[in-house]
């Protein structure tokens, strides 16, 4: 149906035989190679953090925020500007969502004043999002946690691989939530990881993610142990060996596929930079190597957003909006959240271009020169 889509898959036979070998070894929930990607994914993270793989991204959200014992007559900071996910865990669990601004109309991501203007005495924490790949400001936002003594969440979804002065996100916060997600960078259809420096942290991410259980099914299949203790109410946020095996392989792939997409976004910068009234975000974004996990780009005010969406639909063109504004949904409509005036005019100005690793250099010419006779 699409000439260019936002997103394909970056999958060849190495991912079929990960999840054939995995069939084929007659087990298949998590064991060996779930351990095996959280230890590479550990690894590849740096700063010895400890990682617990589980089924989703919002898993990891709220097992964070359940971690940290974050509930009723708490306040949770969060980005105006992210996926739905991030106010609605900070609900789950009974606390009060408050929403902080973007920086500005080239710096989506959270504003750290934003931050310290709305921390009251019920703010428990800070979930901060790294925009389409690109890092938040890392400095300004720990400092500001360590001096309110608030908890710092990461939410990675975007930003697999990105880093903020050499240090990979994900590897700041209390816990980081990344998600594997089809979209995302690191694609195992759906998939997420908690990660923690911190051992306390750590072990309640591994009861949290299976009925506060002490032994798993593998250890008792290998005889290690033939009962088991519940130390903590938990859930079951497992993932499984064909999608851990799914990781492992995507995670060897994604420094190739990073740098593909960062050429990729250089040469639609490129072609769409001399656009009257359109506005490129995070271009030299300082102290950071982003992950550059989408390509957004903010349409010039006059511009009606879905007239372009349906022309670019016209021209075989996917593309899509990060983020609709939560007070636009009818379950957050009448919560009363916080004016966040540049996150919303994003929202409404917001429109998103196909970006992925196998994308060619004639696809980004293809989209940006029909972009540009759209917006005449
Ligand atoms: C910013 C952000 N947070 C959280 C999530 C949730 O991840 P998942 O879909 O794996 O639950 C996503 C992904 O969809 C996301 O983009």
Known sequence: ??????????????????????????????????????????????????????????????MALLALEIGIGDEVLIPSLTFVADINVVKMVGAAPVLADSTSFEDWNINPTEIEKKITDRTKAVIVVHYAGYPCNMDAIMKICREHNLFLIEDVAHAIGAEYKGQ??????????????????????????????????????????????????????????ISY??????????????????????????????????????????????????VIPFVNHPDCTSSYHIFPILLPKSIDRLSVVGLLKDAGIQSSI???????????????LLCTPIANEISRRELTLPLYPTMTLDDVRFVADALKEILG
């Open 1 to 62: 149906m699409w000439k260019i889509q936002l997103f394909k898959l970056n999958y060849d036979d190495r991912e079929v035989k990960a999840v054939a070998d995995v069939v084929k070894s007659g087990w298949i929930t998590m064991g060996e190679r779930t351990i095996e990607f959280e230890k590479k994914f550990g690894d590849f993270l740096g700063k010895d953090v400890k990682c617990t793989a589980v089924s989703n991204g919002t898993a990891a959200l709220h």
């Open 168 to 225: 990979k996100c994900g590897t700041f916060g209390d816990v980081a939530a990344f998600s594997f997600f089809t979209n995302k960078n690191l694609s195992v259809g759906e998939g997420g990881m908690y990660v923690t420096r911190l051992d306390e942290l750590d072990k309640k991410g591994k009861h949290l993610r299976s009925h506060g259980m002490t032994t798993l099914t593998l250890d008792r299949h290998q005889g290690r142990a």
């Open 229 to 278: 203790d519940v130390v903590q109410p938990g859930l079951n946020y497992r993932i499984d060996e064909m999608r851990a095996a799914l990781g492992i392989v995507q995670l060897e792939k994604l420094p190739n596929a990073n740098k593909q997409r960062e050429l990729l976004t250089n040469a639609y910068i490129q072609q769409l930079s001399d656009i009257n009234g359109l």
């Open 322 to 336: 990060h983020y609709p504004a939560f007070n636009e949904f009818s379950a957050y409509k009448k919560e009363g």
